[in-house]
């Protein structure tokens, strides 16, 4: 006696073939996503502006809102500054220049 669970039709192979093809793409898209680098342009670096500096984004701007980046140990971008403007919510992003277009990339905050 045959196992009626066993799945030998043309139609169950092809479904099953479709299946596995598709596990096995979301599988390597899923690992595309690990090996992604940041888009920041390095000699640009890293920028915040907002509303403490009136939006002012322009490139290698220096002082407090323009990060550094840090090479020892794990790669970082690092900066420390006190606001002493107004307080409560401010807006603002996280930019690196791409194709010379200073908003080019952007993380807001």
Known sequence: MKNPM?????FFRIMK???IRLLVMIVLI?????SASAQIY???GLRIPGDWNVWTNTTGMGGVFDL???QSGT???HTTFQFTGTTGPQNFKFVSTSFADPWGNQ???
């Not at 899923?30 to 690990?34: D, F, K, L, N, Y």
């Open 68 to 70: 550094q980046k840090i």
């Open 42 to 44: 390095e000699p640009d």
């Open 107 to 109: 993380w807001a905050g």
């Open 6 to 10: 066993v799945f030998t039709s043309p």
């Open 30 to 34: 899923a690992g595309m996503g690990h």
């Open 75 to 77: 790669l970082r971008w």
């Open 17 to 19: 073939s479709a299946m």
